[in-house]
């Protein structure tokens, strides 16, 4: 098993061990020379910036994306945009798909009033998981998956409700004026789809009045699509633009008061009241945000790199949902896996090499094997997808895009291990085959209900073996 870890450097370890005297000589004898005001103006805009940029960086995404999603119908505003057949490559409007659910969106606005999400007590037996996050890109709670069925009805609130909750409902409060909330059903093959689709339709996401005025019977008309925000600030801070309409649409009412940290920013005319106030600010304010929206998109490119841990060519990362404080991990996770599962629900490591640590590519034939009694430990399945460069589904003939656990005629070896195969060209025998595209690839495992041995790190899955 080969492991990735990350370590202070040598040079940095010894300067811990240096007496505090000899530091400070040597900063003493190094002292930089004065800023003058304009400059120390540019460089408190630098430092609060960068800050701005990695903090604000989920709601900047959310805020950017909401006109686009709602117009491509990936969601729908206050009711479930319900997908009602597995994903295939012809689907563009959801990356890194999975074909193993059939999947409910929806975006709601909880500024005026709170939204119920209703779920069903199911007939038969059937893996579902509501997951409701927040545009923080945190997740605010989830329904189902590792503990099983859990109807009834959930009022979701925003941070400044103050009304009364109906008392057959379990409250789920949120911190921003707005969320996402996403509803995913096992379904086993194009055969069980059906089935998962009268299930779907049990989950419904309405607000209170509707629900309060016609229960289970509302129906959603066509969702409102807000207008496509358009910057008028200077390019080098359209980013700060962008996140001052977010922070107007998605903060609390108190917002530039209650939080120290939005109170600072005040000072680089970034508040919830105002939006992004550019026109107030001096040229050497507007420098060093200029400045700063480029080192924040460096900062998360370079965070994402080293997020969690690289073991065999498989990158975990066990705090998606749940970043908190840490702004760069944080935005780093939304521009790049966004609306991540937490770990113990649903677990996704990637991989984009080999055993060699070379790039996956489909001019070369692989296999992922799996010893007697070591295939992926998962409570509920596995299964493991096959992504382009875009991260999207790739066209096959063989109609395959996943393989895992619940995919029908598994063939393990004389030995009970099982060998996956991974190539363009279709191989004599098919049932072990996970069709790959002419060109790079890269693969996504995920465990539903991981065991304990994956989270706490003594199960990784092996390296993807090149064979030809």
Request: include cysteine; aromatic fraction near 10%; proline fraction near 7%.
């Amino acid at each position: 098993m080969i492991v990735t870890r990350f370590t202070l450097p040598i040079s940095f370890c010894l300067a811990l061990l240096l007496p505090l005297h000899a530091q400070s000589a040597s900063s003493e004898s190094q002292t930089p020379p004065s800023l003058t005001a304009t400059q120390a103006r540019e460089e408190n805009a630098y430092t609060l910036g960068v800050q701005a940029y990695l903090w604000g960086y989920p709601l900047y995404y959310y805020d950017a994306s909401a006109a686009k999603s709602l117009q491509a119908g990936a969601v729908s505003m206050n009711a479930f945009r319900k997908y009602s057949a597995l994903k295939t490559a012809k689907d563009r409007t959801i990356v890194t798909p999975n074909n193993v659910t059939i999947d409910a969106y929806a975006r709601f606005d909880v500024s005026r009033e709170p939204v119920v999400i209703h779920v069903p007590a199911l007939t038969e037996p059937r893996w579902y998981l509501t997951q409701i996050g927040n545009m923080f890109d945190e997740v605010s709670r989830n329904i189902g998956g590792v503990k099983g069925q859990q109807p009834g009805d959930y009022l979701v609130t925003g941070p400044d409700f103050r009304g009364p909750v109906p008392p057959e409902m379990t409250q789920v409060p949120i911190r921003t004026q707005s969320g996402i909330a996403a509803v995913r059903i096992f379904a086993n093959s194009e055969q069980d789809v059906d089935a998962a689709v009268q299930a779907q339709k049990g989950f419904q996401l309405m607000p209170l009045s509707a629900y309060l005025r016609e229960g289970l019977q509302y129906k959603p008309g066509k969702s409102d699509v807000p207008p496509l925000f358009i910057s008028s600030a200077p390019e080098g801070v359209r980013y700060f633009d962008q996140l001052g309409h977010a922070m107007q649409q998605y903060l609390p009412a108190g917002g530039d008061q209650d939080d120290a940290l939005i109170a600072q920013f005040a000072s680089i005319g970034l508040s919830k009241g105002k939006g992004f106030d550019w026109r107030t600010l001096d040229e050497a304010t507007l420098r060093g945000l200029t400045r700063a929206a480029i080192a924040g998109q460096q900062i998360i490119d370079q965070r994402w790199k080293n997020v969690g841990e690289v073991t065999n060519g498989w990158r975990y990362f066990l705090l998606g949902g749940r970043a908190g404080g840490d702004f760069a991990l944080r935005a780093a996770l939304a521009k790049n896996a966004i609306g991540t599962q937490l770990s113990e629900q649903v677990l996704y490591p990637n991989t984009q090499v080999d055993d060699q640590g070379a790039a996956l590519d489909g001019k070369h034939k692989y296999i992922l094997r799996f010893e007697k009694g070591q295939q992926p430990p998962a409570s509920l399945f596995w299964n493991m997808a096959m992504y382009g460069s875009d991260m999207l589904f790739v066209e096959n003939t063989f109609g395959r895009y996943s393989i895992g656990s619940t995919t029908d005629g598994l063939k393990p070896d004389t030995d009970g291990s099982l060998t996956l195969l991974i190539q363009q060209g279709r191989p004599s025998e098919t049932a072990n085959w996970l069709p790959a595209p002419a060109g790079p690839f890269n693969l996504t495992m995920r465990f539903y209900g991981p065991g304990p041995s994956v989270l706490d790190g003594s199960y990784r899955l092996p390296a993807i073996k090149r064979v030809d």
